[in-house]
């Protein structure tokens, strides 16, 4: 075989193995959002006391004497000891704005808190704890959340409605663009969101058997999918 036709057959063999390259195609990229409504049966108080005195040992004694009262009290009403928790114990100075001989400012006395967090399980107590731990020293307030105890067959329902929303809106953008949805090729979970808590102040509290309305609370997820544009 000549030289000639030997270079012409390797030609051929290579171009009748190299890879026949398929067109690239768009991508659809959509959120998809969905949301469940449902009556809490659980609630979480923050709380806590605050003291202050000329010297530090004073503050946290106050501050311990407030806190042991209100956890007696949360006994006494019924409320559980694997649901009461107590942290963020915290001594800090108090600055004057006057400053001293050698111009430095001055500690003029000290303020010391802690935190009690509570889940009140029975909602229709849920009232009379409060006014019953405010009244015995708590001068504290964090918030009150309500929520779900058992969440997440309630969370998967949003997820579901969440991935049919999503669907949806990508089918609505292919028929506008004039395309075809092809495979799915990633879904993303945004997150799933629980009730934030309520921001309640003192002189709401401070009323005798705080009026609560737990209506009814949200939990919601999002995702993200993304579908490849079907070629024609």
């Known amino acids: 075989m000549s030289k000639v036709t030997g270079f012409f057959t390797t030609l051929a063999l ?25 009556v809490p049966d659980m609630a979480l108080i923050s709380m806590g006391a605050s003291a202050e005195a000329d010297t530090a ?16 009290k949360l006994t006494d009403t019924g409320v559980a000891e694997r649901d009461i928790q107590t942290s963020d114990l915290n001594l800090m100075p108090l600055w004057s704005n006057r400053t001293s001989s050698e111009n430095r400012p001055k500690i003029e006395g000290y303020q010391a808190s802690n935190r009690v967090t509570v889940r009140v399980r029975d909602l229709d107590a849920l009232g ?13 307030l964090g918030g009150l959340q309500f929520l779900v105890s ?16 999503a669907r949806a809106r990508a089918e609505l953008f292919a028929a506008a663009a004039g395309v075809q949805l092809g495979p799915l090729l990633s879904l993303n979970e945004g997150g799933a969101q629980m009730p934030r808590p309520e921001m309640m102040g003192m002189a709401r509290m401070a009323d005798a058997e705080v009026p ?21």
């Open 128 to 140: 009379g704890i409060l006014d019953a731990v405010l009244s015995d020293g708590a001068n504290q």
């Open 14 to 38: 290579v171009i009748g193995m190299s890879p026949v390259w398929a067109e690239t195609t768009g991508q659809i990229t959509v959120t998809g959002e969905g949301s469940v409504f449902a």
């Open 57 to 72: 040992k004073r503050a946290m004694d106050q501050t311990s004497a407030i806190t042991s009262a209100i956890l007696n």
């Open 212 to 232: 609560v309305a737990r209506g009814e609370t949200e939990l919601r997820a999002s995702v993200t999918l993304v579908y490849q544009i079907q070629s024609h």
């Open 150 to 165: 058992d969440p997440e067959p309630l969370l998967n329902e949003a997820r579901v409605k969440a991935v049919a929303d």
